[in-house]
């Protein structure tokens, strides 16, 4: 290995810090390839040693301590600068030039389209200057943006607008307050020349606030969901959380080149432009969703991030899991709760129950890291948002907004931690959360073994838990709040009554829906009065991550997905039934024996398409197949080619047995009418297209597919068609896929998903079109999105094309990661994610992935960001 070990940063030794800054006023002279930032703070000793400050690539100009030049007294190094300060309280004035132009990592300061922007969050200010770039180093900041008029029109940074005007030499000037303390990973710098949307909001307590949105001219037309968005959210804030916005003005700016999705600057909050732009014509769904649920997360941070921000980054979850956790409400209260929560919990075990499953797996709260960069993950955010869900279950909402408020007085303005969150929780409600502790420090996704004992003569029923922990020799029990209920053989809700000795770890949240607390490795709760056919109602809503295992037979999953009254299990007891029929026809396949469609599949299918009463969107949702990844997840070796070939056949056999329902169904909810972003047409919709999708594995509903692709009525149903066209090998998807790229070329959003529909069609020679698209004109290394939309696509769900039998899949997204690697190296780090799972998979496929993993490591440069990766994946 050329690659000698990076520094290792762990949780165990924070100390806080020996310096505070109480301001800083920021001047920059904005220049493509020479932008001088001046940086003035006023700093204050907090203990005894040196100053030491951070910064990474910048040309030093200037140090001036209380007027004097001191820069030969710095000591400088690639990480930062040293000086020996004997003062208690002293005025620091650094100067620094930098090159936005040639910043391809966009961390910092960089240029993007011709504008300038910043991303600094996790370590990004000290690419800007020298400073305490740590979260729990609060200041208030006034930041000062001079730049050419001509070229950049809005000069924009955090907080209120306090001054502006022209200078010599065609420029402007504009300073901007934040009068908030903050960390400098929340600073930001926008300017160019942009065009903007305005609209007010006016606060509860009567303060009208000024509402903007900047994007790039040719987009202004697109702004129009998300500004309604931000509306919403400001308003549901305040009345779900009492929570207002504390400046005149809030700001969002949409730009194509970002790494992350958005981010929460006080005040100015700078997003991919995916989660901002939108009109039915161009965007989904699933797009419309994304944007608001995405401006409400980073609105919501405001004060869960912002206000009340992490002491370390080793607390990320604590601003991150628990605004997810509000913009997965928000989401909820906007559209169908049920449906939310099914998706989110389809997305936490397609991408992160994996992640925890792999050498990378490291808890909600990481206790070491060498790239900071690398634990924005799944398991901070979506697991972190899951534990902040076990609060509110076990303490209901007014217990959860009882903690929310005492959190919100004791440490406003302040940084904290994980432990500071669980104690307002518990004191405002006087329980005892200590249990709670080991969701934060343990990995790995739980285990939950049910089983159940009958005794027919005193009609007891009792349930019996054991959790464990995968691979862990020091397990300590989770509190553990399991919903349940009880149906009868018509699938009627059962009266629960739990005996004397049970009662106090059962609360009833109704006559037939409790919520058991599960809190040892092992224990037991008894019901009397139980019917002798009863059937467990297990794990309702999701109510704690982990891996359910109970002993179900096929009739028992078939009512429960037909008649419970919890819409998560009936979701989860279909997707149980056909996981178990890809098995048996995996096992079929592999053993050269036939297998036939058990008859409860077909049979539950059909009572759903026939129960009108039920939101077509949970039908579409329950009756969609298991995805390719999460079906591999349940094995020790994944045999790639034959579970690609169950999952297909089942496709077939659930659109050749159910082809006349399918039909009217997909009649039924053909909708002529225009537009628009509602709960009812969003139903309408995605059932309609699963109905498209198995009527396009039969050749004689080609026409059908493409009538709808020709119809162009909105992006979800061309897409919709489209993807269908590819997959199945329509005559006339090629042309179709040509027609699209004309219409759309100049549109980037539209490409991005051209890109993905490719990367993601399996077949044969999905290798070849990811390679061609490499070369296409449209396909820039540097733009994150469409790397995201074809290599990463590709690799994470391209389950033929990746794993090849030949590793060419595998060498072919190796070699784009290690050019990427010295474009960007967060981008490429995030691409590594499929290799990290290489012992899932064959003798043969795995020394393959290994010996790519080995090839990027041995890079001579590697990273920061892709050496912690590759190295954890191969030890």
């Not at 490591?857 to 994946?873: H, M």
Request: hydrophobic share 40%.
């Amino acid at each position: 290995m050329t690659q000698t070990a990076p520094h290792v940063n762990y949780l165990k030794d924070y100390q806080p810090s020996a310096f505070s800054i109480e301001s800083v006023y920021l001047e920059f002279e904005l220049s493509p390839l020479a932008t001088r930032v001046t940086n003035s703070m006023q700093m204050q000793r907090q203990a005894k040693g040196d100053l030491r400050l951070d910064g990474e690539n910048l040309k030093l100009i200037s140090v001036l301590l209380d007027g004097e030049e001191v820069i030969e007294q710095c000591q400088i190094d690639e990480a930062g600068l040293t000086l020996a300060v004997a003062k208690e309280k002293f005025t620091l004035r650094i100067v620094t030039e930098i090159e936005p132009q040639n910043n391809t990592a966009l961390e910092g300061l960089y240029r993007t389209s011709d504008n300038y922007c910043t991303q600094c969050e996790a370590e990004g200010f000290r690419k800007i200057t020298y400073y305490l770039d740590r979260p729990d180093v609060l200041s208030v900041f006034t930041t000062k943006v001079i730049a050419d008029k001509s070229e950049n029109r809005f000069l924009l940074a955090n907080g209120n607008l306090v001054d502006s005007g022209d200078l010599d030499n065609g420029k402007h000037f504009a300073v901007w307050q934040d009068p908030h303390k903050k960390p400098c990973y929340l600073f930001a710098l926008v300017a160019g020349n942009l065009e903007k949307v305005e609209d007010t909001f006016t606060t509860a307590d009567g303060r009208e606030v000024k509402l903007e949105i900047f994007v790039e001219p040719r987009n202004i037309e697109k702004c129009e969901h998300a500004m309604e968005s931000l509306k919403k959210s400001m308003k549901w804030d305040e009345e779900r959380f009492g929570l207002l916005y504390d400046l005149d003005i809030f700001m969002i700016v949409a730009v194509d080149d970002f790494n992350m999705g958005a981010m929460e600057n006080k005040g100015l909050n700078v997003f991919n432009s995916k989660f901002v732009l939108a009109k039915p014509e161009t965007a989904t769904d699933i797009d419309y969703e994304g944007i608001e649920a995405v401006i409400g997360h980073e609105y919501f941070h405001n004060w869960t991030g912002n206000r009340v921000t992490c002491r370390d980054w080793f607390q990320l979850t604590l601003k991150e899991g628990l605004t997810v956790f509000r913009d997965q409400e928000f989401t909820a209260d906007m559209l169908s709760s049920a449906v939310k929560r099914i998706e989110d919990v389809r997305r936490l075990r397609s991408n992160q129950f994996p992640e925890d499953a792999g050498p990378m797996s490291h808890p909600i709260q990481p206790q070491s890291y060498i790239e900071m960069n690398n634990f924005y993950t799944m398991t901070v955010y979506e697991k972190g948002a899951e534990v902040v869900r076990l609060y509110h279950t076990l303490l209901g909402e007014t217990g959860f907004q009882k903690g929310m408020q005492l959190y919100f007085e004791r440490h406003d303005g302040q940084a904290v931690t994980v432990q500071d969150f669980r104690n307002a929780m518990a004191d405002a409600n006087g329980v005892n959360l200590e249990q709670m502790h080991n969701w934060y420090v343990q990995s790995g996704t739980p285990n939950l073994e049910v089983t159940r004992n009958y005794d027919a003569v005193t009609q007891k029923l009792t349930i019996s838990c054991q959790q464990s922990l995968p691979n862990s020799d020091d397990f300590q029990p989770m509190l553990m709040p399991i919903g349940f209920g009880l149906l009868d053989k018509e699938g009627e809700p059962v009266t629960l009554e739990p005996t004397f000795e049970s009662a106090a770890n059962v609360e009833l949240r109704s006559d037939t829906h409790a919520v058991l607390k599960l809190t040892q490795a092992q224990q037991s709760f008894v019901f009397e009065d139980v019917p002798a056919d009863a059937v467990p109602s297990l794990l309702r809503g999701f109510s704690a991550p982990v891996k359910l295992h109970f002993d179900y037979s096929n009739q028992e999953l078939a009512l429960l997905a037909a008649k419970d009254e919890d819409s998560f299990v009936r979701w989860e007891a279909m997707q149980t039934l056909l996981l178990r029929t890809v098995q048996a026809k995996v096992a079929a396949l592999q053993s050269c024996i036939d297998y036939q469609l058990p008859s409860e599949v077909i049979e539950v299918a059909r009572s759903l398409l026939a129960a009108k009463e039920i939101d077509p969107a949970l039908v579409a949702m329950t009756l969609s197949l298991p995805e390719l990844g999460y079906i591999g997840e349940q094995y020790e070796v994944v045999d790639v080619d034959t579970i690609y070939q169950a999952h297909s056949w089942l496709e077939a056999e659930l659109a050749n047995h159910m082809q006349g329902q399918w039909l009217d169904v997909y009649h039924r909810c053909v909708n002529d009418a225009p537009y628009q972003y509602d709960k009812a047409q969003i139903a309408e919709r995605m059932l309609k297209n699963l109905a498209l999708s198995y009527l396009g594995v039969l050749s004689e509903h080609q026409s059908l597919v493409l009538k709808q692709y020709q119809a162009q009525h909105n992006m979800t149903d061309v897409l919709a068609a489209l993807k269908t066209m590819l997959k199945h090998q329509h005559p006339r998807s090629v042309e179709a896929l040509q027609s699209f790229y004309e219409r759309w070329q100049d549109d980037n959003l539209v490409i991005d998903k051209w890109f993905t529909l490719q990367a993601q069609t399996q077949n044969d020679h999905a290798l070849q079109t990811t390679q061609a698209l490499l070369q296409h004109k449209d396909f820039s290394l540097t733009n994150p999105n469409r790397v995201r939309s074809l290599l990463g696509v590709f690799s994470r769900l391209n389950l033929v094309g990746f794993h090849r039998a030949d590793g060419a899949g595998y060498q072919m997204c190796a070699e784009q990661i290690m050019q990427l690697d010295a474009l960007n190296p967060q981008i490429a780090a995030r691409l590594l994610g499929p290799f990290t799972h290489w012992k899932r998979y064959d003798e043969k496929r795995q020394q393959m992935m290994r010996n790519a993993l080995q090839q990027i490591l041995d890079r001579k440069g590697v990273s920061k960001d892709v050496y912690e990766i590759a190295s954890k994946s191969l030890a």
